[in-house]
């Protein structure tokens, strides 16, 4: 079984080619097909899934290892959450826009800068902080943790949930079977993952 770094590691791989792609695709203002449009608009619909299951699930077992290591750990974690409760409205913003709606490529630009720099900041400051005190069971017990959470978890963001460890654990199931409903009426992306 992976352990944390590995689950994380393969999540981040996940979503930053994700965003290579929707970067490098055509868009409305090139002149995007309809069709390219709605291979695009589902990409979009991709990423806001695997986003909001990783940090459903970075919130409710990775964030909380991390604070138990002390002030550094706090602050680290504290300036992790910051940043990925900053990307929440921008997320549920692109989950109600279409990819020719004006602010649609905006908004995808902001997220994607801040995507980058938080992966960034995750692995340059809390992986190694976690890496130097946890041993290597409890690194995969918290990789098997993390993956558990992630079949449960909200497949939108849900801005008004606090990025607490209990709230995400109250709401988080619920919010995650709701999502999974509504993704699967509405045909959006592939809601048993």
Same mark, same amino acid.
């Given at each position: 079984?992976?352990? $944390? /770094?590995?689950?994380?590691? *393969?999540?981040?791989?996940?979503? %930053?080619?994700?965003?290579?792609?929707?970067?490098?695709?055509? %868009?409305?203002?090139?002149? =995007?097909?309809?069709?390219?449009?709605?291979?695009? *608009? @589902?990409?979009?619909?991709?990423? #806001?899934?695997?986003?909001? %299951?990783?940090?459903?699930?970075?919130?409710?077992? /990775?964030?909380?290892?991390?604070? &138990?290591?002390? +002030?550094?750990?706090?602050?680290? =974690?504290?300036?992790?959450?910051?940043?990925? !409760?900053? =990307?929440?409205? $921008?997320? !549920?913003?692109?989950? *109600?826009?279409?990819?020719?709606?004006?602010? /649609?490529?905006? &908004?995808?630009?902001?997220?994607?800068? !801040?995507?980058?720099?938080? #992966?960034?900041?995750?692995?340059?400051?809390?992986?190694?902080?976690? @890496?130097?005190? #946890?041993?290597?069971?409890? !690194?995969?017990?918290?990789? $098997?943790? #993390?993956?558990?959470? %992630?079949?449960?978890?909200?497949? @939108?963001?849900?801005?008004?949930?606090?990025?607490?460890?209990?709230? $995400? *654990?109250?709401?988080?199931?619920? +919010?995650?079977?709701?999502?999974?409903?509504?993704?699967?009426?509405?045909? @959006?992306?592939?809601?048993?993952?």
């Amino acid at each position: 079984m992976p352990d $944390v /770094f590995q689950v994380l590691q *393969k999540d981040h791989d996940e979503v %930053k080619a994700m965003l290579a792609q929707l970067e490098e695709g055509p %868009k409305a203002s090139t002149g =995007a097909t309809a069709e390219q449009l709605a291979f695009r *608009k @589902r990409s979009v619909d991709e990423v #806001i899934i695997e986003e909001s %299951k990783h940090e459903a699930a970075e919130q409710q077992y /990775f964030w909380p290892a991390v604070k &138990r290591l002390g +002030a550094d750990g706090l602050r680290v =974690a504290e300036l992790g959450l910051e940043q990925e !409760a900053e =990307a929440d409205p $921008v997320l !549920a913003d692109l989950d *109600k826009l279409q990819p020719d709606d004006e602010g /649609f490529e905006e &908004r995808l630009v902001a997220f994607t800068s !801040a995507a980058r720099a938080h #992966i960034m900041y995750e692995e340059a400051h809390a992986w190694p902080l976690l @890496r130097a005190t #946890i041993t290597a069971d409890e !690194a995969q017990l918290l990789g $098997v943790q #993390i993956t558990r959470a %992630k079949k449960l978890a909200p497949t @939108r963001p849900h801005p008004h949930v606090p990025a607490q460890p209990g709230a $995400v *654990k109250s709401a988080g199931p619920v +919010a995650g079977i709701a999502d999974r409903l509504r993704d699967a009426v509405t045909g @959006r992306g592939n809601p048993t993952s």
